[in-house]
């Protein structure tokens, strides 16, 4: 075992036992660099990334290449969800030495952490134009070795010009009507109307954009803007990247049909879908949204809840065949025969027409993902039915894929966000219960006593990483939704703390830009700052996001200026790259709407006549509402402050831009308010 077996990283654990001298993240890692005058192998993946295993098992558990690294490198692996800032500043430099980046990424640094020279994934022997791993290692030690005067000139350079590509954000105003439009316009111009979705293979799901169009059709009626957001959710739902038999969504497509997804599971993927089909549904009244919205939900709190309460991070892509090899997809996949055997001739023939089963394949040999082709035709539900009760109980008998079981703050925010709402919308009690589970281990575990918030938690144990601006950011938009669902103003006051050092930490008090780490965080060769949102929302879309629901919350000017500030940068952004700024465009349909602030008052939630108000409140489909829910007089939430009972009856309060309509006490009156442009 290596020094990685005292680590709580589930990413770490699977290398402890590697021949390699691994070092985790830390100042020792480089001292012992210094002392030893060795050049730095930083390597960098996270537990269900497919290269990730692919090379530790050719390379790192091999004796040979640990030997070499260990007599000429002083080697640190670090688990990209642990160390979002770490990955971030060298993926930049990966990224902008070689035109692309990815995972495992492979960086050879100075010891003063200065990087010179970069890769991703390197085979054990020349491949498709790679050189061998063990090739570059050679060269970068005789490089170390005979040209080091050069080695730190083109590390002093990759660092210079790093620091100068910091963003220039001006304090503009934020984005208005025709920012909005300009972005609507450029997605539907890379919209692909035949498959749903934008731009070509690999094809991801675009969460935040769909967020986004849902807000700007709620907002402004846009019908096209609706049509994108209900095709693109269809097609996802139907393909392969959705699980046909046991819910949640893959990573990413690999083809542009969504056909056949690249397997692992990741939470917060499906927390921002759960969301989405969950607010398609509270548009349009879909049945497919509805049914996509619980399952997705269900998959979540039966597959990803841990026992203490919180949500693992991701399920690996890969799990063993059958025959001792671990291979990608081996859980999900099925053949006509693997059918035949399940279910017998009869109804395997109906399951390979109804999922999409060939003789051919849509995978690799002969295996296909299940997807929903058909969209015409009637099917027995019954019998459907009983088929995938039948497939899903032989599946759970294959070897299941890894779990990586560390509870990521942020991922846990998007996923209590996700819960209780579906929860709220569907009556359905336990999912919010499940919300309120993971909030109850982030405040217990994760917050310490001045409300600094920890990165990760693993078996109820801390982790050793400080939170970044993402995890203060969906922490804080999980408790406001938590907030609104279940009429507890502790949450918003735990918001409000974790919000106050966004504001104190995190926020460039000239122009009020956002950094992806505190101003007391741990100084890497530079700090990392990026508003563009790429799998979840970035840490500076999702705080403009949460702050500017706590001041419609609270009403205070602090924060909502800090959030139109925020959303600068999304003004600028937004009709350039809508695609990667989805989050900050919705935020900014928020800010345009008011966002709406409506106060439910009764004599308890428990009172029919209040708990249909509520109900009506939270369906409302006004851009970023916030909803307080309580007793008249009661000091839980600043909205409740002077509302009272209209003769005697539950009664709805609705605000915005410092104007409130009449109260109203009948829920269809409610709806109508909400929906009013």
């Not at 890969?318 to 109804?347: K, N, Q």
């Not at 840490?539 to 419609?552: F, I, K, M, Q, V």
């Not at 008249?632 to 410092?658: H, K, N, Q, S, W």
Request: with cysteine; aromatic share 8%; hydrophobic share 40%.
């Amino acid at each position: 075992m290596n020094r990685l077996a005292h680590e709580t990283s589930p990413y770490l654990l699977q290398h402890a036992d590697n021949p390699v001298d691994w070092w985790p993240w830390s100042a020792e890692a480089f001292d012992e660099a210094r002392r030893t005058n060795k050049p730095v192998l930083l390597s960098v993946g996270y537990s269900s990334c497919h290269w990730c295993h692919v090379m530790a098992h050719e390379s790192f558990e091999d004796r040979a290449t640990a030997d070499y690294l260990n007599e000429h490198f002083v080697s640190v692996k670090v688990d990209r969800e642990e160390r979002p800032d770490v990955d971030a500043v060298y993926m930049e430099a990966v990224q902008a030495a070689t035109g692309q980046g990815g995972w495992p990424m492979t960086v050879f640094l100075t010891p003063d952490a200065e990087p010179f020279y970069f890769g991703t994934y390197f085979p054990p022997a020349p491949r498709h134009g790679m050189p061998a791993f063990r090739q570059v290692l050679e060269g970068v030690r005789q490089a170390w070795e005979t040209r080091r005067d050069e080695v730190g000139e083109i590390a002093g350079k990759i660092v210079r010009d790093l620091a100068e590509r910091e963003l220039s954000h001006q304090a503009a105003e934020a984005p208005g009507e025709q920012e909005l439009a300009q972005a609507l316009l450029g997605l539907t111009r890379e919209y692909d109307p035949q498959r749903g979705g934008f731009g070509g293979a690999p094809k991801f799901p675009p969460s935040m954009v769909l967020e986004f169009l849902l807000r700007h059709h709620a907002r402004t009626g846009a019908e096209g803007a609706l049509q994108m957001a209900q095709d693109t959710c269809e097609r996802m739902a139907r393909g392969g990247l959705y699980d046909q038999l046991g819910g949640g969504f893959a990573r990413y497509s690999v083809d542009r049909d969504w056909v056949v997804p690249h397997f692992e599971k990741m939470l917060y993927d499906n927390a921002l879908l759960c969301r989405v089909y969950a607010h398609l549904w509270r548009a349009t009244g879909s049945d497919l949204a509805r049914r996509v919205a619980l399952e997705t939900a269900d998959f979540i709190v039966g597959e990803l809840r841990t026992g203490e309460g919180g949500f693992a991070s991701a399920l690996d892509a890969d799990s063993d065949d059958g025959s001792g090899r671990h291979v990608e997809g081996a859980y999900y996949v099925w053949t006509p025969e693997e059918l035949r055997e399940v279910l017998g001739d009869d109804d395997a023939e109906l399951a390979a027409q109804h999922f999409g089963v060939t003789e051919q394949g849509t995978f690799e040999h002969g295996q296909s993902v299940l997807q929903l082709p058909q969209t015409e035709g009637v099917f027995d539900a019954e019998r459907i039915d009983s088929v995938r009760s039948r497939l899903l109980r032989a599946r759970a008998g294959r070897a299941a894929p890894g779990r990586d079981d560390k509870v990521v703050a942020a991922w846990n925010g998007l996923a209590i966000a996700a819960l209780a709402e579906t929860g709220a919308y569907f009556g359905r009690a336990d999912l919010v219960e499940a919300a309120v589970g993971a909030a109850d281990l982030l405040v217990r575990v994760h917050l310490d006593d001045h409300g600094r918030l920890a990165r990760t938690s693993k078996d109820g144990r801390v982790g050793p990483n400080a939170g970044v601006l993402e995890d203060y950011a969906d922490a804080a938009e999980g408790f406001l939704a938590l907030a609104s669902v279940t009429g507890e103003g502790v949450w918003l006051d735990f918001a409000g703390l974790l919000l106050d050092h966004v504001l104190a930490r995190f926020t460039d008090p000239e122009t009020g830009a956002l950094y992806d780490t505190a101003s007391d965080a741990e100084q890497l060769i530079r700090r990392p700052q990026d508003p563009t949102d790429n799998a979840a929302p970035s840490g500076w879309t999702a705080a403009a996001g949460a702050l500017l629901g706590y001041a419609a919350h609270t009403g205070s000017e602090p924060h909502r200026g800090a959030a139109e500030r925020a959303l600068g940068v999304v003004k600028t952004l937004g009709p350039r790259v809508p695609r990667f700024i989805g989050w900050g465009l919705a935020v900014a349909e928020a800010l345009l709407d008011g966002p709406r602030e409506v106060a439910v008052v009764g004599p308890a939630l428990t009172d029919e006549r209040t708990a249909a108000l509520h109900r009506t409140a939270l369906r409302g489909v006004a851009p970023g509402a916030v909803v307080a829910c309580g007793t008249p007089g009661g000091d839980e939430f600043p909205l409740l402050a002077d509302r009272t009972l209209i003769d005697g009856a539950p009664a709805a309060y609705v605000c915005r831009g410092f104007v409130c309509d009449l109260p109203v006490t009948d829920p269809d009156a409610l709806e109508r308010r909400l929906a009013a442009p």
